[in-house]
């Protein structure tokens, strides 16, 4: 059985905003005191896991033993089909020290070339850790296919080009509601929600 938060403050561990805005968004309704790693001065921790999950944990125990809070933390990225599923653990890294996704983007659609098969799923892992080194981690993927040209300035990261299966808009054309409700990172939240914040 998985262990439950049990309510007060919560360490978003991560620099990326982004993604600190959407797991605040979707803890609101718990009523959970949100604090990024980046608001606390924690270090970000070098990425070194050849899994989402191995990542995730590591960035969430790395934060919740300095901070002596429970932690939060996520790892997520665009896995391509015709790319052998890059770039994988490294779609932050495809956008070098500088975050530019949009040349992270190119890089994606030059690999592809005249490439026929679009299909790419995201993929997310949540880990929840303690202090004392417990952790739980939760798995959610949205599947779909690419798009070029780059569609739409909302969501972040690849989402102007990744098409969700049965939708006309791209993540990064939706608003933040509907990206909510069928995106990877909605999925593992879903299921970390049942595990941990629901009695």
């Not at 905003?17 to 980046?38: H, T």
């Not at 191995?54 to 997520?76: F, I």
């Not at 880990?127 to 739409?152: I, K, M, T, Y």
Request: overall charge negative; proline content about 6%; some cysteine.
């Amino acid at each position: 059985m998985a262990r439950h938060f049990e309510g007060g403050r919560l360490v978003i561990a991560s620099h990326n905003q982004g993604k600190v805005r959407e797991i605040g968004e979707l803890l609101a309704p718990y009523a959970v005191d949100c604090v990024s790693a980046a608001e606390l001065g924690l270090p970000e921790p070098e990425e070194t896991a050849e899994t989402f999950s191995g990542n995730a944990e590591m960035k969430a125990l790395a934060a919740a033993g300095v901070a002596k809070l429970p932690a939060l933390a996520d790892d997520s990225g665009l896995a391509v089909d015709a790319l052998g599923g890059a770039p994988g653990v490294f779609s932050a890294r495809w956008a070098g020290p500088k975050r530019d996704f949009a040349m992270a983007m190119q890089r994606v659609e030059r690999q592809l070339g005249h490439d026929a098969d679009r299909r790419a799923h995201f993929i997310c892992v949540l880990a929840l850790a303690w202090p004392d080194g417990h952790v739980e981690s939760f798995e959610g993927q949205v599947h779909g296919q690419l798009v070029w040209p780059p569609r739409g300035d909302r969501g972040f990261g690849y989402d102007p080009i990744f098409l969700p299966e049965g939708r006309s808009l791209t993540f990064g054309e939706m608003d933040p509601a509907g990206k909510h409700d069928i995106s990877h990172r909605a999925e593992a939240f879903r299921r970390l929600v049942a595990a941990c914040f629901q009695r």
